[in-house]
């Protein structure tokens, strides 16, 4: 048990170091060096180019500069911010806390929403419907759904305030925006899941000792369901981190989305970095998360 | 002929009277409006730019610029024809050599965190600049022929220059010389970044900043120095005032539309529809100080080393269409390198060129460019008539992604230009600024005096020259005018820089006049822009109507 426990935690550490290697790598191999983008537009001379190099150090060797931020990370510390001229793990702390708010919001709507919408439309046309409208919620961009959510909810009807993060209100708009396209995706898969269950033969053993079609689906077949939507966790974590960039953007959320699209576009590279090592760290959380939701779901997993 | 009945005219006449009588800022009749001045209340505003940093002495961001003056001052401000006006400061004295600027200092003035104001805070505020890495762009630009600050009494400063530079007044008066608190300096953790931590003179503290949602002002109770330039004097009339951070421009004209902010700035031409159709919303607009918006032709790469194919390209454009087809007649056309608003606008340059493509194809065909390739565009020894562009993508506003397209298909059609628009990172950006490989280069600046900007992009020695022009007599024609203290000497030196640049050289295609707009609800009384830099201004003025 401690062996298994050790061997996924130095795994973790790998993906870490290797997801925070290959940004450094793409990072260094990007057009224009960091003193360009200290710069920005601004002005621009010999002198000006030789103060930020010395301010920041950029005048090491890069695989020194890489090693010393290896050194530093693993003591915690993540360097300064060249935009914001702030500690980085400061930064990303005070943002950190409404982007995982929002995920979990979405993430609970979508789940739920496609566990329901699967469940309840078995019948033919209904079925239909739901596909269709399942279909339009997976390809509508974020973006749009967000500006019409606003525009109705909280424009027109004034149920919801838009902007920022005050509470449960404003997170509703958002949390739905994001967890749509979630429902709609998980709620296909699971009613694929579910067909194939109830064609099982053991759906027409418990068929036949007098249940009722609910209790099969429910019980039963759910439960088979659920494997291919576990698999699904990592695209999920995926799309939350995505799709957060650009709801933060429209309803003007805190949160890590802005601050890595303002990182990623003037070139910060001590924040893209911790971004990146942080999604890694994320994933490698969840992933390990849906191995052990596997064995809670599939018994038979347990034995081998 | 019918005679005209006295009801008739009694009603013509009340209705003119009671028009007349109502404010200026009030609507349609019968349309609440904010009234008299009041004290109190909270005002929500919704803002397009977070701000990078809130240290004022970093300040890059000219929209930035109405968050800075509600909690920082400088020690002058400027009226509305680009003079000045005392501030922090109650008048100073130039050497007749230039060299030495004395400042007079408000004696009654002390920032939010109790420290006194005074000609040592000054000299603080400056030497800040002197120390390696705070602001290596502000040292090396506006402060370069800065010799050293003495104090000589408390309320009596002196700046002295290793030469003349009548620029150092307008540093004075722009956010990068405002006054922090000597305290602050020493001992805010983020000093570059600014916020809570950093105490100012002005009319209202900043007390809370959420990233990527709010900043949050309340009003400073002691705050008794306004300039001459303001419309009232003691402390501002809002109790507090938040600025919500909405990127989106839909975002933000419905949050206003539905009450949930009061006001908004930043509202692009597509959405001033939906602002003028409704009575209970006001806009308004200002045109910025400093260049306009213009494409720079790169005389240093060839097709533009020839003044022939920088004529024609730039007759190519019928820049009045391609901004009415952009901005939906909102845009201001720019017909020179300095803004229309600057003193130093030259009007003669009006109508002396552009939008003749008959003209622009006369030319390229006497430079040579006479074949056609398969595409339609010009060629020349096997060569398309091509000229790149390189847009930043973090720096790009007012939809100038779009107007490029737009001016691309123009030259195309009108003259058989390859016009190349790349967007891109601002690292691939300054890549391709640095390499040369690039031959239209455009550009805004929001100076307030727009003679800092005519040195910055035109001089040979400017850090923003990124179109190879080197002449002497353009760099004694920008010397002269940065270094006279007199307006008229100043205007004619930079009438001569505008002669050179657009009639002689055909350097510069001036597209339009950067402007912002301002949405409100009715009920909110006294925004508006602040005078000569035409950005919306601070909160200081601005009450809420019951």
């Known amino acids: 048990m401690i062996k298994a426990v050790a061997r996924r935690v130095a795994a973790g550490v790998v993906v870490l170091w290797a997801a925070a290697t290959a940004a450094y790598l793409a990072l260094l191999a990007a057009p224009g060096d960091i003193v360009d983008a200290i710069i920005g537009d601004g002005a621009d001379t010999p002198q000006i180019r030789a103060q930020i190099i010395a301010e920041w150090n950029l005048d090491r060797p890069a695989i020194v500069q890489y090693l010393d931020y290896l050194l530093r990370a693993a003591r915690g510390d993540l360097g300064r911010s060249y935009l914001l001229q702030r500690p980085v793990g400061e930064v990303i702390g005070e943002q950190i806390l409404p982007t995982v708010q929002l995920a979990l919001a979405a993430a609970v709507i979508g789940v739920v929403l496609a566990l329901v919408l699967a469940v309840t439309t078995r019948h033919r046309w209904v079925r239909r419907v739901s596909s269709t409208a399942e279909l339009m919620l997976v390809s509508t961009p974020p973006f749009l759904s967000g500006i019409v959510l606003l525009s109705v909810f909280s424009f027109r009807l004034g149920w919801f305030p838009v902007a920022g993060d005050q509470g449960w209100a404003a997170l509703a708009l958002p949390a739905v925006t994001l967890g749509l396209p979630i429902a709609g995706v998980l709620s296909q898969v699971l009613r694929d899941g579910l067909d194939r269950a109830l064609d099982e033969p053991f759906a027409v053993t418990a068929r036949s000792r007098g249940l009722t079609e609910r209790a099969v689906l429910i019980r039963h077949a759910l439960r088979h369901a659920l494997i291919p939507a576990v698999t699904l966790l990592g695209w999920l974590t995926g799309v939350l981190i995505g799709g957060a960039v650009i709801i933060e953007q429209v309803f003007g959320r805190p949160g890590l989305g802005q601050v890595t699209l303002q990182a990623v576009g003037n070139g910060d590279m001590p924040v893209v970095l911790a971004v990146v090592v942080l999604a890694a760290a994320a994933f490698v959380v969840i992933n390990t998360l849906a191995d052990l939701a596997y064995l809670l779901i599939d018994p038979r997993l347990r034995r081998s | ?546």
């Open chain 2, 1 to 546: 002929m019918r005679r005209i009945r006295p009801a008739v005219v009694i009603t013509v006449l009340a209705l003119a009277l009671t028009s007349a009588c109502s404010p200026a800022s009030s609507g349609a009749a019968g349309v609440p409006d904010a009234g008299q001045p009041v004290s109190g209340g909270s005002l929500t505003w919704a803002v397009e730019t977070e701000p990078i940093t809130f240290n004022p002495h970093q300040y890059a961001q000219a929209k930035a610029r109405l968050l800075v003056w509600n909690t920082f001052e400088a020690l002058l401000t400027h009226d509305g024809q680009g003079g000045y006006v005392p501030w922090l400061a109650t008048g100073y004295d130039v050497s007749s050599d230039g060299k030495t600027y004395t400042f007079k200092l408000r004696t009654d003035v002390t920032f939010s965190d109790g420290e006194k104001f005074d000609a040592a805070a000054v000299k603080a505020n400056i030497d800040q600049f002197l120390v390696e890495g705070y602001n290596p762009g502000v040292l090396a630009v506006q402060l370069r022929y800065l010799d050293k600050v003495e104090v000589v009494d408390p309320a009596t400063v002196a700046f002295h220059l290793k030469q003349p530079d009548v620029l150092l007044l307008d540093f004075l008066s722009t956010p990068q010389g405002a006054q922090i608190s000597p305290k602050s300096l020493k001992e805010a953790k983020n000093l570059k970044a600014g916020g809570p931590e950093l105490a100012g003179t002005g009319p209202f503290v900043l007390d809370r900043y959420t990233a990527g949602q709010e900043v949050h002002f309340v009003r400073n109770p002691r705050y008794n120095w306004a300039p001459s330039t303001a419309k009232h004097q003691g402390p501002a009339y809002l109790d507090d005032i938040t600025y919500r951070f909405l990127k989106e421009s839909s975002v933000r004209v419905g949050a206003l539309t539905s009450g949930q902010v009061q006001i908004v700035e930043g509202v692009p031409a597509t959405d001033e529809a939906l602002i003028t159709a409704n009575p209970q919303l006001t806009l308004s607009r200002g045109l910025n100080s400093g260049s306009a918006y213009s494409y720079y032709l790169n005389s240093a790469n060839a097709p533009f080393d020839d003044l022939r194919v920088r004529q024609a390209f730039r007759e190519a454009v019928d820049v009045d269409a391609v901004l009415d087809g952009v901005y939906r007649g909102t845009a201001t056309r720019a017909w020179s390198v300095i803004g229309p608003t600057s003193p130093f606008y030259d009007k003669s340059l009006e109508k002396t060129y552009g939008g003749d493509a008959a003209e622009a194809n006369r030319l390229l065909d006497e430079a040579g460019w006479t074949a056609r390739d398969a595409e339609g565009f010009r060629v020349k020894d096997g060569r398309r008539l091509t000229v790149r562009l390189v847009q930043s993508a973090p720096f790009v506003r007012d939809r100038r992604d779009v107007l490029a397209q737009a001016v691309q298909a123009a030259v195309k059609q009108s003259a058989g230009i390859d016009l190349n628009v790349a967007l891109v990172d601002q690292g691939t950006a300054t890549q391709a600024l640095a390499d040369g490989a690039y031959e239209v280069f455009d550009n805004s600046r929001a100076d307030t005096d727009a003679g800092a900007a005519l040195g910055l992009l035109l001089h040979s020695g400017g850090a923003i020259n990124r179109i190879g022009v080197k002449d002497p007599a353009l760099d004694t024609a920008i010397e002269q005018g940065q270094a006279s203290g007199d307006q008229a000497k100043r205007t004619e030196a930079y009438r001569q820089v505008q002669k050179f640049v657009i009639t002689d050289q055909a350097l510069v295609l001036p597209l339009y006049a950067p402007a912002d707009q301002l949405a409100a609800s009715v009920k909110v009384g006294g925004a508006g822009f602040e005078p000569t830099a035409g950005v919306p201004g601070s909160a200081y003025d601005i009450w809420l109507g019951k």
